[in-house]
Structure formats: C-alpha cells, structure tokens
C-alpha cells in the first residue's frame, strides 16, 4: 500500500465527516453498518478512500433501509467508475431484500478525467435506480449540489426532496444562467416551476421528519388515528373546494403533500382514512399539462406502493390556451388517461363541484375509478354551463333585454339537467350525499373496495 493511499485512509473520519453528519441526523443513532468502507483508487489529483460514495444499512425510526451518500469531500463529490458499481451494488442490495432506498445528494458531476468510464458509470447508477424505481420506496435528498446526470434521479424516485440552498443543474449553473439569462439551477426553481423537486425543506435538520413520514405513507397500509370515523364535516358546504375537502374529511393533520409548488389547480398528497393510506388527488378548476403531468408521477407512486387512490374532483376540463395546445397538454393528458386505466389500486371519486368535460371522464368515469359518490348541489356535464348556455340557447340571451340574467337563468336551466342526480339516476354515480357527511362515505366506501 503507498503512503499516500495509507494517508487518505488514516484520515478517512475527516474526509467524510460532513456525509457523515448529514446520514446521521436522519438515521436511527448508532444504527448504521458501512458497506465498502475501504474501497479506493486513485488519479492524477491523488489517491482517495471509499470511492466517494458513502453506503450502508441503518434504521430510520426503527425500519430497516438501504442509505447511499455521495460525499462532497471527494473531489466534490464527483462521480467515479468505481463509485458508481459501488453505488450500484447498494441498490441492487436494497432490491434483493426488499428495502426502502434513502439517497443523499452532493455532487458536483462526473469526475471527467476519467473520460468515458465515468459516463459509464452514470448508466449503473441510472439502471440499477430505474430498476428499483416500484420495487421499493426510492426516497432521494439533495442536500447539497446535484449537477449532472444524477438529477435525472427525480425521474425514479418517490420523492425528490432538497434543502432551500441546494443547486441542481444538468450542466454547469453557469452555462444554463448563460443561456437563459438567469440562475435556473436553485432549488427553489425546480420546486415551484420546473416541477423536479417533490418537497422542499429548510436545511438538513428538516429532512429526518419528513423521510420518517413519507416512509410510514409508501410502507405501511394502515396506521393509528384518533379520528373518529363518524365524524361529520359540519365545515364543508357545497361551495368548498379541494384544499377545505382535504383538510375537514381526512384524518386530521394526515396529508403530506407532493409537488406543491406547481400546477395549483392539482392537489398530490398522501393523506389517511380511519388510518388507511390513501393517494389523494384533488383537481379543482382547469386542468393544465403540468397538472397532468404531476398527478399521473403521483400515481405511479401510489401504484409501486399499493395504495389506494381518492380523487376529489370539482375540474371543468383541460385549460383552452395556444401556448399549452401546442405544447405539453395533449401529451400529459393523454399520459395521465393512460396511468389511470392502468393502476391496480382500488379508485374512489367525490365529485365535489362543477366537473365537466375532460374532468369528468379522466377522473370519475366508469373506466377511471371503482366508485363515485358525489355532493347533492355538484353537476356533470359535457361542458361548462354558461358556454353551454350560449351555445344551445344563444339566440334567447342577444334577444333578452338583460342579456346577464338571461345567461344565468340558461346557465341554471343546463346545470339543473346535468345534475348529480341526473347522473346517478343513469347509473353513472354510485351514491350521493351532502358534504357534511363525506368523511363517513369515503372511510365506508374504501374499506370496501380494498376488501373487495
């Protein structure tokens, strides 16, 4: 062994004493097994312990989990061939015996003189992520930098959760600000625009609670609540959205919500029923492609964890814009009606309020969920009442002398045919109650179809 390989290992508690504050303000104290500690190598820049990647098996909370860090003591993190099969290694392991993978991100890109071998070794990382990516709960934090092909993780991962001062950048910040004009990699930008960013915390101190909750969502069905399950929402009224649904029905203080930065119109959240895990999905208003797109990621999750799905819906369609036309919304859409014929949990619908269109057919239909309750005042229609008004009754409305009150008296006519009623009476909504009693329903009607 040479000196200078003896001396990065002599000094290997220095080298990696910030990974190791970060693995260990989240794990279980004392509860960490190294795997690889003395793997190393060297290169021009000098010799190295570990290989940059620090793994092992520790507990969170008392579960059993598979932790990968990518040291930034390391040449900053940067990604090695080496590195990456030791990578690799961890998660096939955490595959094989059923572990929730927990990663930590701080790296600054490949180490590029490694040439092609470090491009290579992005791909084990890739695969070997791709492949656990709905056999186990694939949680993953950047806690520092992430440039690279390390940020293509927030495509596998449940969750994809960064501390406020991270950087996450495919290329270099300073080439992408150079492009654009501006400082695309914070990230604060892929919480609220680009959508990368699942959850966002403070600083590290924050990030054991939130992995302990989402753990407890992707890996246990049913847990404790004090909520009695007969509860009646005297909150709720015919008026209230999503968010006041969420808030009043499910168990109380239960919902831990994804991707709340973008799309607002779409609510992904984890929340719990008399203590059963459930996907909700709430769409209030007009649903656009981002929206589209974070609903269906939100449901592939809740697939790869088996859980069952509550949409809340009060959603008049997809937005009518030419920028999103001839952008995005035709694919996400059409990706999102896809997911959802193809979960394999149980689906549950409320219809809460005006849904219409494309609303109606992606997120209540017969082929999109097992069974739909709706509130006495929601209604169901082709299209939204007072476009319906104009069209069917248009010549009535330029002839009256109040062309206002004659729009909301055809409006009126239209909603009125196309109530919740109507829709019940045609076999299409299963039960239909006022919204006081909608905690009531919807623990009654999950509990029959997971049992069924």
């Not at 021009?44 to 989990?65: F, K, Q, S, W």
């Not at 966002?200 to 069905?221: M, N, W, Y």
């Not at 109606?360 to 169901?380: G, H, L, M, Q």
Request: proline letters at 2%; aromatic letters at 6%; hydrophobic letters at 45%.
């Amino acid at each position: 062994m040479s000196t200078g390989l003896k001396s990065a290992l002599g000094s290997g508690a220095r080298v990696t004493k910030k990974v190791r504050a970060v693995v260990d303000s989240v794990i279980d104290e004392q509860s960490f097994v190294e795997l690889g500690a003395f793997m190393g190598g060297a290169n021009e820049l000098g010799e190295y312990r570990g290989e940059g990647i620090y793994c092992g098996l520790a507990t969170i909370d008392g579960r059993d989990v598979a932790v990968l860090a990518v040291n930034p003591e390391v040449f900053s993190g940067g990604i090695s061939r080496k590195g990456a099969e030791k990578a690799a290694g961890l998660v096939r392991r955490a595959c094989d015996a059923g572990l929730p993978l927990v990663s930590f991100i701080d790296s600054a890109g490949a180490r590029v003189l490694e040439g092609v071998d470090a491009l290579d070794g992005y791909d084990a990382i890739l695969s070997a992520y791709c492949k656990a990516y709905g056999r186990v709960p694939v949680i993953t934090a950047v806690t520092g930098k992430c440039y690279g092909m390390l940020t293509y993780l927030s495509g596998f991962s449940d969750l994809f959760i960064a501390v406020e001062k991270a950087g996450i950048s495919t290329a270099a910040p300073l080439v992408i600000s150079g492009e654009k004009g501006k400082d695309c990699s914070k990230a604060k930008v892929h919480y609220s625009t680009s959508g990368a960013v699942t959850n966002l915390v403070k600083d590290v101190s924050e990030l054991r609670g939130l992995i302990t909750d989402a753990l407890a969502r992707l890996c246990d069905g049913v847990g404790g609540t004090d909520d009695d399950p007969n509860r009646v929402c005297d909150d709720l009224k015919t008026s209230s959205g999503v968010r006041a649904v969420i808030s009043s029905a499910f168990d109380a203080g239960s919902a831990l919500e994804l991707r709340g930065g973008i799309a607002r119109e779409a609510v992904t959240a984890f929340a719990s029923l008399d203590g059963i895990t459930v996907a909700c999905v709430g769409v209030e208003g007009k649903l656009t492609a981002k929206g589209a797109a974070k609903i269906a990621d939100f449901l592939n999750t809740a697939d790869n964890a088996g859980i069952p799905v509550v949409n809340l819906v009060a959603c008049t369609g997809t937005v009518a814009d030419a920028a999103e036309e001839t952008g995005e919304l035709i694919r996400n859409v059409g990706d999102l009606v896809y997911t959802y014929d193809n979960l394999d949990v149980a689906k549950i619908t409320l219809v809460c309020g005006k849904t219409s269109g494309a609303g109606y057919t992606i997120f209540a239909s017969r082929s999109a969920c097992d069974y739909v309750i709706a509130w006495e005042k929601a209604a169901i229609s082709p299209m939204e009442s007072k476009a319906a008004a104009y069209m069917l009754y248009g010549k009535q409305i330029a002839k009256a002398k109040n062309a206002a009150a004659a729009e909301r008296k055809f409006a009126k006519v239209y909603a009125d045919d196309n109530s919740a009623m109507e829709a019940a009476e045609k076999g299409y909504v299963d039960m239909v109650i006022v919204p006081q009693h909608t905690r009531q329903y919807l623990i009654a009607s999950l509990r029959a179809m997971i049992k069924g």
